[in-house]
């Protein structure tokens, strides 16, 4: 899973971070350098292709051996073509204005952006899940559900079935749950929202912090798997 999530970002061009967040190169190589000299890998999406391979530095980076794209299957139009070596963020974005190989750029670019890797580990009491943000942040449900309050408040007033289908599923484990309690409050010129629930036979509203671990990462769970426009890859 992890490997989705570093394609995700290196076609973002933050190769770098995401592997000095993650412990530096010899973090990414199976039992380090020594063993492992380099990452390879090939995707295909129908017709076109993205092959690269990333090597390790002495600092501790990730640079590109080689970054390619492909079209294959309709000669004599094929293409097989590198796009840099040597570099330490993807070039994959810079061909989207480069005459026939924006194209094949922008269908890998346009197929690996839209991927999302959901991780509802952290319920902690200082996850975002738990906490306020604002109730305009609802195009699309976070990874670590930190706008999962935004995203519901969303869903009911736009998807009213999808909202009642998420609220249904969780009380398949939660028969306790009466509904979610989605109330915008203004707040240095935003509304700001927070996750309450009510529970069956009474209006008081109850905080996210009371519900557990378990019960908070399944709402998440659903809504990821309910929402109605959901990534091509998650």
Same mark, same amino acid.
């Given at each position: 899973?992890s490997? +989705? ?24 190589? *199976?039992?380090?350098p020594?063993?492992?000299? %380099? ?5 295909? +999406? ?5 092959? *690269?391979?990333?090597?390790p530095? @002495?600092?501790?980076?990730?640079? *590109? ?6 079209f294959?299957?309709?000669?004599? /139009? ?7 070596t040597?570099? !330490?963020?993807?070039r ?6 480069e ?6 750029s922008? /269908? ?5 952006s ?9 319920? !902690? ?5 738990? =906490? !306020?943000?604002?109730? =305009?942040?609802?195009?699309?449900? =976070? ?12 869903? =009911?007033?736009e998807?009213?079935g999808?909202?009642?289908l ?5 009380r ?8 979610? %309690?989605?109330?915008?409050? %203004? !707040? #240095? ?10 529970? %069956?036979d009474?209006? /008081? ?17 659903? @809504?990821?798997?309910?929402?109605? #426009?959901?990534p091509?890859?998650?």
């Open positions: 899973m490997f +989705f999530s570093l394609l995700r970002e290196m076609v973002e061009g933050r190769l770098a971070t995401a592997v000095n967040k993650a412990g530096g190169a010899d973090a990414h190589l *199976f039992l380090g020594k063993a492992t000299d %380099k990452i390879v890998a090939e995707l295909r +999406f129908g017709v076109n292709g993205y092959k *690269f391979s990333l090597v530095t @002495t600092d501790n980076r990730l640079i *590109f051996g080689d970054e390619r794209i492909e294959t299957g309709y000669p004599p /139009y094929d293409v097989d073509r590198s796009i840099g040597g570099h !330490s963020e993807s994959l974005q810079e061909q989207l204005k005459g026939k190989s924006a194209a094949i922008s /269908y890998v670019y346009a197929a690996i839209r991927w999302v890797v959901y991780h509802f580990h952290d319920t !902690s009491d200082t996850a975002a899940m738990r =906490r !306020s943000g604002s109730v =305009r942040d609802y195009e699309r449900f =976070r990874p670590d559900a930190g706008n999962l309050a935004a995203f519901l408040f969303h869903l =009911r007033e998807e009213k999808t909202y009642d998420i609220v249904d599923t969780v398949l484990v939660a028969p306790f749950l009466r509904d979610f %309690k989605l109330r915008p409050k %203004k !707040s #240095n010129g935003d509304e700001m929202i927070e996750l309450e629930w009510e529970q %069956k009474s209006d /008081y509203p109850f905080h996210a912090s009371q519900l557990s671990d378990g019960t908070l990462r399944f709402i998440a769970l659903t @809504t990821a798997l309910l929402q109605p #426009n959901p091509q890859l998650s």
